[in-house]
């Protein structure tokens, strides 16, 4: 069980929440917090949704409308998927790093001319100077 599973009824969440439990069915309505549903279409609010509701309840208290409030929420929701998508491609580069033997090393020239090096080395720089006078 994590803190995405739907497990608290309406009238523990809103306990939870601190909040009226036709206060939970308008945010519902609304599109702030959309807890999940059973078989008999009962809403059901994960521990995140809690969470979500007492955030509400802040920035409620600090003057913003609701709609402000659910477009602060949906960008919240938006950066913490696009997180957890980052730790999922580090965890997958980390891996075939690891079970690659024998992985290729690629630097830029100046140029833009990409070359391979083996694993473990630097590229040699250039030491030249070039002297450029405007036409």
């Given at each position: 069980?994590?803190?995405?599973?739907?497990?608290?009824?309406?009238?523990?969440?809103?306990?939870?929440?601190?909040?009226?439990?036709?206060?939970?069915?308008?945010?519902?309505?609304?599109?702030?917090?959309?807890?999940?549903?059973?078989?008999?279409?009962?809403?059901?609010y994960s521990m995140r949704d809690v969470?979500?509701?007492?955030?509400?309840?802040?920035?409620?208290?600090?003057?913003?409308?609701?709609?402000?409030?659910?477009r602060i929420l949906e960008l919240e929701n938006q950066v913490a998927?696009?997180?957890?998508?980052?730790?999922?491609?580090?965890?997958?580069?980390?891996?075939?790093?690891?079970?690659?033997?024998?992985?290729?090393?690629?630097?830029?020239?100046?140029?833009?001319?990409?070359?391979?090096?083996?694993?473990?080395?630097?590229?040699?720089?250039?030491?030249?100077?070039?002297?450029?006078?405007?036409?």
């Amino acid at each position: 069980m994590d803190e995405y599973t739907p497990i608290f009824a309406i009238a523990m969440a809103a306990e939870l929440a601190g909040m009226h439990p036709q206060t939970l069915r308008q945010y519902d309505r609304v599109g702030l917090v959309s807890p999940g549903r059973t078989a008999g279409k009962s809403r059901r609010y994960s521990m995140r949704d809690v969470e979500q509701l007492r955030e509400v309840a802040r920035l409620s208290a600090e003057g913003l409308n609701l709609e402000g409030i659910r477009r602060i929420l949906e960008l919240e929701n938006q950066v913490a998927g696009l997180a957890q998508r980052v730790r999922e491609l580090e965890s997958a580069l980390a891996d075939e790093m690891l079970n690659r033997p024998g992985r290729r090393v690629f630097a830029a020239k100046e140029s833009g001319y990409v070359i391979s090096l083996p694993a473990g080395t630097r590229p040699q720089r250039s030491n030249e100077l070039v002297v450029w006078r405007s036409p």
